[in-house]
């Protein structure tokens, strides 16, 4: 079977799209990158309506979540801002219990005198190891802070720690008025007997890659990636930049044998290597959104330091995964952190899919019946909003087919719906943020949504012609995703 006859199948009689899809993909299997034998255009991920799991704070998340399953069938996550805590709960959404510090920044004068942020927890036969990025020299008023990275060692499933020493730290020392050295590395397990480390360098901003040994990971052991080899000592020694902005939140993807990267830049994007070092970027992002500004409060919202979990923790993810990240809404600050969950999956075809990415589209609803259709989380001061159902899933790129590409509306008087891009302001609302793309017309496997005004003339989103029964049609949107 040839590839065009390969994808009409799986997009039934549209012969077209399966063209179109060919032509706009990679050219082959495995040609994302030198070095790479996955097919990265045959990945495919759906992820599920957000949790809200913790938050608002000020204190954490900064840094990636790190999950571990306790013996006794819960689970621990591990959140830091400076000082590291560790929160239990019986399943990764049940996180919002009290917090218990467990590693404090270091002594004046260290390298971690400024904080302790654990980013990674693996496990081995002496127990948990936790790599931790570390901060001295800081004075962040004027933008200043040294990074590096240590490792430390737990037999109490992570309540107290044994600092064992610094094991990847740059070439350059402290830098007046700006960031220098090198962390906001996290690791995974390459099943290939080391453990691999990605992190960014704040002399030239890229990505690189360290590892060590999974039997013998202590300070002095650990190696960057050159190059052309693992022969650059990791404290101190330099390290080839990889390919493109691959970003620092790394897991090992068991079905595939690959090593998945994801970075918080523009949008949430992925990347995928066989040989640990060489990455192919999917095309579509996994989560979509407008603006990826730090200087807070703005009208946007921020995604920030994601991860990706396994079913039963830690960052070894088969089919089924969790992924997190600190999300800060739209005109919110830090001292707004929350800490976000969702239910994802990612399988690999055996030819190319589009779309790869689908995230959930799904509509809430408040105490005073008041509905919000949305794919980010629904967070608003002073109101609270419960799952009330889905409205299928949106793409988060432009397909070859005609496509609408949907903004997310709000005011307190409608609370949130959708409308064409630049609409909102013609419906009476303020727009909030990108929702994604969905069909113009109906093609295999899709449900169309609709514009609703109920009895009250209150604007609502519905996936049904009779918009549930609530009011009258006013238009259809689209058609999304099954």
Same mark, same amino acid.
């Given at each position: 079977?040839?590839?065009?006859?390969?994808?009409?199948?799986?997009?039934?009689?549209?012969?077209?799209?399966?063209?179109?899809?060919?032509?706009?993909?990679?050219?082959?299997?495995?040609?994302?990158?030198? &070095?790479?034998?996955?097919?990265?255009?045959?990945?495919?991920?759906?992820?599920?309506?957000?949790?809200?799991?913790?938050?608002?704070?000020?204190?954490?998340?900064?840094?990636?979540?790190?999950?571990?399953?306790?013996?006794?069938?819960?689970?621990?996550?591990?959140?830091?801002?400076?000082?590291?805590?560790?929160?239990?709960? /019986?399943?990764?959404?049940?996180? *919002?219990?009290?917090?218990?510090?467990?590693?404090?920044?270091?002594?004046? &004068?260290?390298?971690?005198?400024?904080?302790?942020?654990?980013?990674?927890?693996?496990?081995?036969?002496?127990?948990?190891?936790?790599?931790?990025?570390? !901060?001295?020299?800081?004075?962040?008023?004027? =933008?200043?802070?040294?990074? @590096?990275? @240590?490792?430390?060692?737990?037999?109490?499933?992570?309540?107290?720690?044994?600092?064992?020493?610094?094991?990847?730290?740059?070439? !350059?020392?402290?830098?007046?008025?700006?960031?220098? *050295?090198?962390?906001?590395?996290?690791?995974? +397990?390459?099943?290939?007997?080391?453990?691999? /480390?990605?992190? %960014?360098?704040?002399?030239?901003?890229?990505?690189?890659?360290?590892?060590?040994?999974?039997?013998?990971?202590? $300070? =002095?052991?650990?190696?960057?990636?050159?190059?052309?080899?693992?022969?650059?000592?990791?404290?101190?020694? #330099?390290?080839?930049?990889?390919?493109?902005?691959? &970003?620092?939140?790394?897991?090992?993807?068991?079905?595939?044998?690959?090593?998945?990267?994801?970075?918080?830049?523009?949008?949430?994007?992925?990347?995928?290597?066989?040989?640990?070092?060489?990455?192919?970027?999917?095309?579509?992002?996994?989560?979509?959104?407008?603006?990826?500004?730090?200087?807070?409060?703005?009208?946007? +919202?921020?995604?920030?330091?994601?991860?990706?979990?396994?079913?039963?923790?830690?960052? +070894?993810?088969?089919?089924?995964?969790?992924?997190?990240?600190?999300?800060?809404?739209?005109?919110?600050?830090?001292?707004?952190?929350?800490?976000?969950?969702?239910?994802?999956?990612?399988?690999?075809?055996?030819?190319?899919?589009?779309?790869?990415?689908?995230?959930?589209?799904?509509?809430?609803?408040? %105490?005073?019946?008041?509905?919000? /259709?949305?794919?980010?989380? $629904?967070?608003?001061?002073?109101? #609270?909003?419960?799952?009330?159902?889905?409205?299928?899933?949106?793409?988060?790129?432009?397909?070859?087919?005609?496509?609408?590409?949907?903004?997310?509306?709000?005011?307190?008087?409608?609370? =949130?719906?959708?409308?064409?891009?630049?609409?909102?302001?013609?419906?009476?609302?303020?727009?909030?943020?990108?929702?994604?793309?969905?069909?113009?017309?109906?093609?295999?496997?899709?449900?169309?949504?609709?514009?609703?005004?109920?009895?009250?003339?209150?604007?609502?989103?519905?996936?049904?012609?009779?918009?549930?029964?609530? *009011?009258?049609?006013?238009?259809?949107?689209?058609?999304?995703?099954?």
């Amino acid at each position: 079977m040839n590839p065009v006859e390969a994808l009409a199948r799986v997009f039934g009689s549209h012969r077209m799209l399966a063209v179109a899809v060919l032509s706009s993909s990679f050219t082959g299997f495995g040609t994302g990158a030198l &070095g790479n034998d996955i097919c990265d255009a045959c990945i495919d991920v759906r992820v599920e309506y957000p949790h809200v799991v913790r938050g608002p704070s000020r204190h954490e998340p900064d840094a990636p979540v790190s999950l571990i399953e306790l013996p006794d069938g819960h689970f621990r996550a591990f959140a830091a801002n400076g000082t590291t805590v560790a929160i239990d709960g /019986a399943t990764p959404f049940d996180l *919002g219990g009290r917090s218990k510090a467990v590693m404090a920044p270091g002594p004046p &004068g260290g390298p971690a005198e400024c904080g302790n942020w654990l980013t990674t927890v693996l496990r081995s036969a002496g127990g948990l190891y936790g790599l931790i990025h570390n !901060e001295a020299h800081c004075d962040y008023r004027h =933008g200043e802070t040294y990074k @590096s990275m @240590s490792l430390a060692r737990s037999s109490d499933e992570g309540l107290t720690w044994d600092m064992l020493g610094p094991v990847i730290t740059g070439a !350059e020392g402290p830098a007046p008025g700006r960031e220098s *050295g090198e962390g906001d590395c996290t690791a995974a +397990d390459g099943h290939d007997g080391f453990w691999y /480390a990605y992190c %960014q360098r704040l002399s030239d901003w890229k990505n690189f890659a360290a590892r060590a040994k999974n039997n013998d990971p202590l $300070p =002095g052991k650990w190696m960057k990636w050159s190059g052309s080899g693992w022969d650059s000592p990791a404290l101190g020694g #330099s390290a080839a930049p990889l390919d493109g902005s691959i &970003g620092m939140s790394a897991a090992y993807w068991t079905n595939a044998n690959g090593m998945l990267v994801m970075a918080a830049a523009s949008a949430l994007r992925l990347s995928i290597s066989a040989d640990k070092v060489h990455f192919a970027t999917l095309a579509e992002p996994i989560i979509l959104y407008d603006d990826n500004d730090w200087k807070r409060p703005a009208p946007t +919202d921020l995604y920030a330091y994601p991860s990706m979990i396994g079913e039963h923790g830690f960052n +070894d993810v088969g089919p089924r995964f969790f992924l997190a990240y600190t999300y800060i809404p739209p005109g919110a600050d830090f001292t707004q952190r929350y800490l976000v969950m969702h239910e994802a999956r990612i399988e690999l075809s055996s030819v190319p899919r589009h779309p790869q990415v689908r995230v959930a589209l799904s509509r809430w609803k408040n %105490q005073d019946g008041l509905t919000w /259709a949305t794919t980010g989380p $629904p967070i608003l001061a002073g109101a #609270s909003f419960s799952y009330d159902l889905s409205l299928g899933y949106v793409m988060t790129a432009v397909p070859p087919l005609p496509s609408v590409k949907l903004d997310e509306c709000f005011s307190p008087r409608w609370g =949130g719906f959708l409308a064409e891009v630049g609409g909102c302001a013609a419906q009476g609302s303020e727009r909030r943020r990108v929702a994604g793309y969905v069909f113009r017309s109906e093609q295999p496997d899709t449900m169309p949504i609709y514009s609703c005004l109920s009895q009250r003339y209150v604007r609502f989103t519905s996936g049904r012609s009779d918009c549930d029964g609530a *009011g009258t049609r006013d238009r259809l949107l689209g058609f999304a995703l099954r």
